[in-house]
């Protein structure tokens, strides 16, 4: 059994962790042994390791906050999945591992025949996405979004939630290579940013009117989204893959009644009554089981190959996600 484990932080995030041995552990009462089938290396699953996150777990740590499993084991007297089914992994719980012991009772039950690589990816990107169409502006068939970091995780998954309930996207991308990745999963319209962002929105919607923008990036890429808004819109703002805080002009924001906004699903997940949080989750489980919704995977790594799999997800050019997925037992 193998866990990726780091013990500092530091600005190259491939260089604090390593793939350590450890020897199968007995469970208590209340405890579950999961195999990990896949878990995935999000942004702030880097950010975590430099030290640059909002949250930092207490160190030692084991990398990764979300993944899919299977029980392989059940504690004496513990009720929950049954050994063989695959479940989703409570969220921190360090899923960079070959296994990890879990609270039975808080485990979510997921379709067995599902892409496990899929399903390792619910914990995050969809309800982000889905929430940041739902919860900022009323939405209805026909309408427009326009949202930047259109390649991301969030990015796609967006574009999918949208397309099945009607919704028209914009999507901004920072490079020419990533235009066709987001047009082959649905993109209305795909742009790569500039200064004359504005222009090029309103000549291929033909000058619709767009209420709501979902900005990743931050900077001066907010301010180009903001120009692209009809008056009185919303910007949601969910990250800063620029480094830098959001800007809007006073121009934006008082005369033409733009709102800023942010998003931060941890606290979603705080505030949340847990049969809220399991209805989202159930039902964007059950659009990946159908072949609904699905992300991109750029490539896979088995734990022992940690130092690569966070030098490739590191990277600053990708074409979809990249995920540990440990080697199975024969």
Same mark, same amino acid.
């Given at each position: ?6 013990a500092?932080r530091g ?9 350590v041995p ?5 469970l208590?009462? =209340?405890?579950?042994l999961v195999?990990v089938?896949?878990?995935p290396?999000?942004?702030?699953? +880097?950010?975590?390791?430099?030290g640059?996150?909002?949250i930092?777990p207490?160190?030692?740590?084991v990398?990764?906050n979300?993944?899919?499993g ?6 004496p ?5 049954g ?8 969220a ?12 039975a009772?808080?485990?979510i039950a ?13 914990? +995050?990107?969809?309800p982000?996405?889905a929430?940041l ?10 309408d427009?979004v ?12 967006l574009v999918?939630l949208a397309?099945?309930?009607?919704v028209?996207?914009v ?18 319209? +795909? ?10 929105v309103?000549?291929?919607t /033909?000058a619709?009117?767009?209420g709501?923008?979902?900005?990743a990036v931050g /900077? ?8 692209c808004?009809?008056? =009185?819109?919303?910007?949601?703002n969910y990250?800063?893959?620029?480094g830098e805080?959001?800007m809007?002009?006073p ?6 009644d733009?709102a800023?906004k =942010?998003?931060?699903?941890?606290r979603?997940?705080r ?11 159930g039902e964007?489980a ?5 072949g609904?919704?699905?992300?991109p ?8 190959q ?9 990277a600053?050019?990708?074409?979809g996600?990249?995920?540990i ?6």
């Amino acid at each position: 059994m193998l866990k990726a484990l780091y013990a500092g932080r530091g600005p190259v995030p491939q260089d604090v962790i390593d793939a350590v041995p450890f020897d199968r552990p007995s469970l208590m009462q =209340g405890q579950a042994l999961v195999a990990v089938l896949a878990a995935p290396i999000n942004p702030s699953d +880097v950010l975590t390791l430099t030290g640059e996150y909002g949250i930092l777990p207490p160190l030692p740590a084991v990398g990764g906050n979300e993944g899919v499993g299977r029980v392989v084991e059940l504690g004496p007297d513990t009720h929950g999945p049954g050994v063989g089914q695959v479940v989703l992994l409570p969220a921190g719980i360090g899923t960079w591992a070959t296994h990890v012991v879990a609270p039975a009772a808080q485990l979510i039950a997921l379709p067995n025949n599902a892409d496990p690589q899929q399903l390792s990816m619910l914990t +995050v990107n969809p309800p982000t996405a889905a929430l940041l169409l739902r919860d900022f502006v009323s939405l209805h068939s026909g309408d427009w979004v326009i949202q930047n970091s259109a390649n991301s995780g969030v990015g796609s998954y967006l574009v999918q939630l949208a397309a099945l309930r009607g919704v028209k996207t914009v999507n901004v991308v920072r490079r020419e290579s990533a235009v066709a990745g987001v047009k082959a999963l649905g993109g209305d319209v +795909v742009l790569v940013d500039g200064e004359d962002l504005a222009e090029r929105v309103k000549d291929a919607t /033909g000058a619709a009117v767009i209420g709501l923008g979902v900005d990743a990036v931050g /900077g001066s890429a907010t301010m180009r989204l903001a120009a692209c808004l009809s008056e =009185g819109a919303t910007i949601a703002n969910y990250g800063a893959l620029s480094g830098e805080a959001c800007m809007v002009s006073p121009r934006e924001l008082i005369f033409r009644d733009i709102a800023l906004k =942010g998003f931060w699903l941890a606290r979603w997940y705080r505030i949340t009554p847990p049969a809220e949080v399991q209805a989202l989750l159930g039902e964007l489980a059950g659009l990946i089981a159908q072949g609904k919704l699905h992300t991109p995977i750029q490539a896979t790594y088995d734990v022992a190959q940690i130092k690569q799999a966070i030098t490739a997800a590191a990277a600053g050019e990708r074409s979809g996600k990249v995920l540990i997925v440990p080697k199975q037992e024969a």
